[in-house]
């Protein structure tokens, strides 16, 4: 993230704070729980969101069979995180949080003890481990842990982006339906026959929580019935395992499935 004049950042350090302070006492929805779930028998790949509240910490810690950190990709960085982008040190953005609220920047505590950095007043400030729109990474470099043998990419939330993250999405689908993925959109709003028509297979017109509920009561469901669990998801192809992009529904989100071949 490019270093803001010192008033811009105090300004985005409080608003990240303020919406850290709302993340830590959000309830997870039944979508994350539907994600826990995918992943925990898993079916669910990789999950990209655009939410960089770091909602799925609060669900994926129970998780044994797949390691958090891997499993969700966060396109636009953490803000449970603040970084120096000179000695590259990160730091849990909670132990300042106090000091975001009251409109105060925080010097890099590496580079002020360092050579040449004996004062606060010239150390670097210490920045969110957030990514602007206009510095988010090539999509070859965010979707290149796309796992070889999913099968579904589910897309949730997508008409509520920014035209730069449409975009990424887009070049997501693409890639998905290049290696002979289905990509399934999730959502009450139409698309864009411009653009989409092209790269997404499925539309489901349900909304998503309601879709998510739905499933997950029937994942688990059957799964004391069935050998896999996922005879639910009739929507897909029983036996997928998924990749899901989440935009700001319950999180800006993508996902990718795994379907088992038996």
């Not at 303020?18 to 539907?34: D, S």
């Not at 609060?58 to 390691?67: A, D, E, S, T, Y």
């Not at 990514?131 to 070859?140: A, G, N, V, W």
């Not at 008409?159 to 999730?186: F, G, H, N, W």
Request: net charge negative.
């Amino acid at each position: 993230m490019r270093a803001p004049s010192s008033e811009r950042n105090r300004r985005a350090q409080r608003l990240l704070a303020l919406n850290r302070q709302a993340a830590t006492e959000a309830v997870p929805t039944v979508f994350y729980w539907l994600l826990a779930y995918l992943f925990q028998h898993d079916r669910l790949d990789k999950s990209y969101t655009t939410n960089p509240d770091c909602l799925e910490n609060k669900v994926l810690p129970m998780i044994c069979v797949n390691n958090a950190e891997t499993a969700v990709i966060r396109v636009l960085g953490s803000n449970e995180d603040v970084m120096c982008d000179v000695c590259d040190l990160v730091l849990p953005a909670a132990q300042y949080q106090a000091d975001f609220l009251e409109n105060h920047t925080v010097p890099c505590p590496r580079c002020s003890e360092s050579q040449g950095r004996r004062s606060e007043r010239t150390a670097p400030i210490l920045q969110p481990a957030v990514t602007m729109l206009d510095e988010i990474p090539d999509s070859q470099n965010i979707f290149q842990s796309m796992a070889d043998d999913s099968d579904v990419l589910l897309l949730v939330g997508i008409p509520c982006m920014e035209p730069q993250l449409e975009t990424l999405v887009k070049d997501m689908a693409r890639m998905a339906r290049q290696s002979d993925r289905r990509v399934v959109y999730i959502g009450l709003e139409l698309l864009p026959k411009s653009g989409w028509s092209q790269i997404v297979d499925v539309h489901l017109r349900v909304d998503p929580l309601h879709w998510a509920e739905r499933h997950l009561e029937k994942l688990v469901a059957t799964s004391h019935e069935s050998r896999n669990g996922l005879e639910a998801l009739e929507s897909v192809r029983p036996g997928c395992v998924v990749a899901l992009f989440q935009s700001h529904l319950p999180s800006s989100s993508s996902s990718l499935l795994r379907f088992p071949s038996s």
